[in-house]
């Protein structure tokens, strides 16, 4: 089945800097890619996706971009503000209505 | 904006003992999920679930796992004899018939003792 990997586990970055997250996915039926940040306590929010008919999607200053070839898939936060700091899940889905595999999450702190 | 909705919000249970976890999924979605997450790692699927059936179920999900939807807006994941394995955060999701995006409720927070 579909394997999801995400690096790094834990991510620091100065106020005002970008945070990149990267993952890898392993089975190429994979089409659809979703980012859900995820508060302490809280549910996975999405907070920006992507399908693979497409190479970049940018909202505002979250911006994700896929490698279909290789198999990776990022995501750039810019102009990081404390309210980014939250776990981050990618994720890989086959089919509108098929489950959502997420990877392990990477821990952004956004340092003052 | 219409949310998922998740009940109990925390759940205590001695190991052995059944539970009932319920949700209400957003009125006009057909595909229904239930995910879990140990604390700190990742959210795991469980069981996906459509027109009354299971579509699809992970190796977790066995034999002491079981979903319903009773009614027309209920969804529940029922644990008929719990272990102490089964402490996590459970989440519910559902999405639109031809729509990727799943929407997540708030969780019920399990802790079996």
């Known amino acids: 089945g579909e394997n999801v990997e995400q690096h790094p586990s834990t991510l620091s970055v100065q106020e005002g800097d970008s945070a990149v997250i990267k993952c890898t996915y392993s089975d190429s039926a994979s089409n659809y890619f979703p980012w859900y940040k995820q508060e302490l306590g809280k549910r996975p929010q999405l907070i920006i996706d992507i399908r693979s008919n497409v190479g970049e999607k940018k909202d505002q200053r979250i911006a994700v971009t896929l490698n279909k070839t290789a198999k990776h898939f990022s995501l750039h936060i810019t102009e990081t503000q404390p309210e980014d700091s939250a776990v981050y899940f990618c994720?890989?889905?086959?089919?509108?209505?098929?489950?959502?595999?997420f990877g392990k999450g990477t821990r952004l702190h956004i340092l003052p | 904006e219409p949310e998922v909705t998740q009940t109990p919000s925390h759940q205590v249970t001695q190991m052995g003992q059944e539970v009932i976890l319920r949700c209400v999924p957003i009125?006009?979605?057909?595909?229904f999920y239930w995910y879990r997450q140990i604390l700190g790692q990742k959210v795991e699927f469980l069981v996906s679930?459509?027109?009354?059936?299971?579509?699809?179920k992970s190796e977790i999900f066995d034999d002491q796992f079981s979903v319903e939807r009773p009614d027309g807006s209920n969804f529940t994941l029922k644990i008929r004899s719990t272990k102490l394995e089964d402490s996590a955060m459970y989440f519910c999701?559902?999405?639109?018939?031809?729509?990727?995006?799943?929407?997540f409720g708030p969780g019920t927070r399990l802790l079996v003792l």
């Open positions: 679930f459509y027109n009354n059936e299971i579509s699809e």
């Open positions: 999701a559902s999405n639109e018939q031809g729509r990727e995006t799943q929407y």
């Open positions: 994720a890989a889905s086959m089919s509108r209505d098929d489950k959502i595999i």
């Open positions: 009125s006009n979605h057909l595909y």
